[in-house]
């Protein structure tokens, strides 16, 4: 049922905190038009500070989040005609996860204090950082040995280091100043809203179901997060830090507070609009893309999210193991939303284009004959085309068993079966392999990937009959997308909008407002539509099928080792 203030021109923002970027949509919430945008990409992270790749160490800034919201809402009014600004009613929330960082008991992050200001472990910590392999060993063993309840039953059955409690303990343990300074510990998307409302105090933030279910082993089951007893026997120094979070959760549609006139001043809104609980990005995404019974909701991205959702009677007793948890009201409130990821899609393309790229740049940026500006010219020519060039090439030739076998575990595993310490691998080369056929296989390898997550959701009875795809490769590369059509065997819709997670966002905060009584209602006149379906080509099947097999060979005998 729809309200009767959305018969009126409304509009909320969404905003997207992702990996590199943040991404700002002003949303018409009557007819989903999408009125403004901007992207702002995070300074600090751009210059690679606090990160060390060899060490899977990946730390946001918060001052990077802090800069980038601000520039970019003002940018965005800026953008439009100055009496539409009466009219914002809301701002919803979504980023990546689990994206943790200590607070004080003001809600402060740790590095926005002077004594912390350049420690990466009082920052934001990213969720493809996987310094905390040992600790989510710990949480598995202890979650199986310990005779009580196992707590990794709904996120899979394994917990990973990408996730809450192991970053949390593999900080304490390892940086005594943080552990000492460190009064609670928060996820972006929800510390995002809290700074939006000016919420201090931890223990008032609203915490979305979204995290708190899939990355911070709360169920409804054992009436929140696990007991205290629990976290001891991981280790001591968990010890009275459950008390020190929260028992309750809200799903994305329910207000997280009210934007505050401090900040309503700072951007030219006016004071208490809206402010959403926040929701992860592939989750907002899914919403954006209009996800229901059914359907696979592919976000892809620097990562990959595959996400599903469930009526209740239909998934009934059913665990899904292998997979980043099945949460009551995650994705769409009243349903199971289901999640799984690859840790790596997006990345292992750049990856192996920053190595195309390594001795062109450092060649050409040390000849006296080209100047500064010519290297630029050369150097964004190149980078921006590189990947299309490969592709274009790859797509020329027939699909062959002959040829390199890649596995896409660059950053470790996710899922199905998270196991963060496998690594990549590119077989079966020869002296006659090209960059293009180590490109092909490396795409193929990330659609056996997406295909062996499918798998293990059909296993468990989560069937689909459509899938849909939003994010940036979706609409970059037409080859990756016709790769995973045929090595999926099944048609891919790809959806209009650009900024998925930012409008699934405001999707979520139109319905918190009261815009509409319903997320299905809301979704229907605000989703995006799609632009374009891939079909399979049945020509493919057989090869790819041949293919996928030495593929799951491959990573057996890997992950054996």
Same mark, same amino acid.
């Given at each position: 049922m729809e309200c009767g203030n959305a018969m009126r021109d409304t509009y909320v923002i969404g905003l997207d905190f992702g990996t590199d970027s943040l991404r700002s949509?002003?949303?018409?919430? #009557?007819? !989903?038009?999408?009125?403004?945008? /901007?992207?702002?990409?995070?300074k600090r992270w751009s210059e690679g500070l606090y990160c060390d790749p060899e060490k899977f160490q990946?730390? *946001?800034?918060?001052? /990077?989040?802090?800069?980038?919201?601000?520039?970019?809402?003002?940018?965005i009014l800026k953008k439009i005609p100055?009496?539409?600004?009466? /009219?914002?009613? !809301?701002? !919803?929330?979504?980023?990546? $996860?689990?994206?943790?960082?200590p607070v004080d008991k003001f809600g402060t992050v740790l590095s926005l204090k002077e004594s912390f200001e350049n420690d990466p472990d009082a920052m934001f910590i990213l969720w493809k950082d996987h310094t905390a392999t040992v600790e989510s060993e710990r949480v598995n063993q202890v979650s199986k040995e310990w005779r009580g309840q196992d707590f990794t039953t709904y996120c899979g059955g394994e917990y990973s280091s990408e996730w809450f409690w192991a970053k949390i303990l593999h900080i304490v343990k390892n940086n005594i100043n943080v552990r000492s300074a460190a009064y609670s510990w928060v996820e972006l998307c929800d510390w995002i809203p809290a700074v939006l409302a000016e919420i201090q105090n931890p223990l008032f933030i609203k915490r979305s179901r979204c995290t708190a279910g899939h990355k911070a082993l709360w169920h409804q089951n054992w009436n929140g997060l696990p007991p205290e007893e629990f976290f001891t026997r991981v280790d001591p120094l968990l010890g009275g830090?459950?008390? #020190?979070?929260?028992?309750?959760?809200?799903?994305?549609d329910k207000k997280a507070g009210v934007l505050s006139e401090w900040w309503a001043k700072r951007f030219g809104l006016k004071p208490n609009i809206t402010i959403s609980v926040g929701a992860l990005d592939a989750h907002a995404g899914s919403v954006a893309n209009k996800i229901d019974e059914n359907t696979i909701s592919m976000i892809l991205g620097t990562s990959a999210c595959y996400l599903a959702v469930a009526k209740y009677e239909m998934i009934g007793d059913t665990v899904v193991r292998g997979i980043c948890g099945q949460v009551d009201g995650?994705?769409?409130?009243?349903?199971? $939303?289901?999640e799984a990821a690859q840790s790596a899609f997006g990345d292992i393309f750049f990856w192996f284009k920053q190595m195309l790229l390594w001795p062109f740049e450092n060649i050409i940026n040390e000849s006296k004959s080209i100047d500064k500006n010519m290297y630029k010219k050369l150097k964004n020519t190149v980078d921006s085309n590189i990947l299309n060039i490969l592709s274009v090439e790859a797509s020329k030739f027939p699909i062959s068993q002959k040829g390199p076998l890649s596995i896409d575990w660059f950053n470790g595993r996710n899922s199905p079966f998270v196991n963060e310490k496998l690594k990549g691998a590119i077989t079966e080369l020869t002296l006659g392999t090209g960059a293009v056929d180590i490109f092909r296989s490396l795409v193929?390898?990330?659609?056996? $990937?997406?295909?062996?997550?499918?798998? #293990?959701?059909? @296993? @468990?009875?989560? *069937?689909? /009959?459509?899938?849909?795809?939003?994010? !940036?490769?979706?609409?970059?590369?037409?080859?990756?997308?016709?790769?995973?059509c045929d090595v999926l065997e099944t048609p891919i819709s790809v959806m209009q909008t650009e900024f998925s997670s930012a409008l699934g966002a405001g999707i979520y905060c139109a319905v918190a407002h009261g815009v509409y009584h319903s997320m299905a209602e809301a979704q229907k006149r605000m989703g995006s539509n799609a632009i374009k379906v891939y079909h399979p080509n049945e020509k493919n099947f057989n090869v790819y099928r041949t293919l996928y097999s030495k593929y799951k060979n491959l990573g057996n005998s890997l992950s054996m080792k």
């Open positions: 949509l002003l949303i018409n919430t #009557r007819t !989903g038009e999408e009125v403004a945008c /901007d992207i702002q990409y995070y990946y730390r *946001h800034h918060p001052k /990077d989040y802090i800069e980038s919201f601000e520039r970019s809402i003002k940018k100055q009496n539409l600004i009466k /009219d914002i009613e !809301g701002i !919803g929330v979504c980023a990546t $996860g689990s994206t943790i960082a830090l459950r008390k #020190r979070l929260y028992e309750a959760t809200y799903t994305s995650s994705v769409i409130p009243g349903m199971i $939303g289901l193929e390898s990330t659609a056996f $990937g997406a295909k062996a997550i499918i798998e #293990r959701f059909k @296993e @468990e009875g989560i *069937h689909t /009959d459509k899938i849909i795809a939003s994010g !940036g490769i979706s609409k970059k590369s037409s080859y990756i997308m016709q790769v995973l």
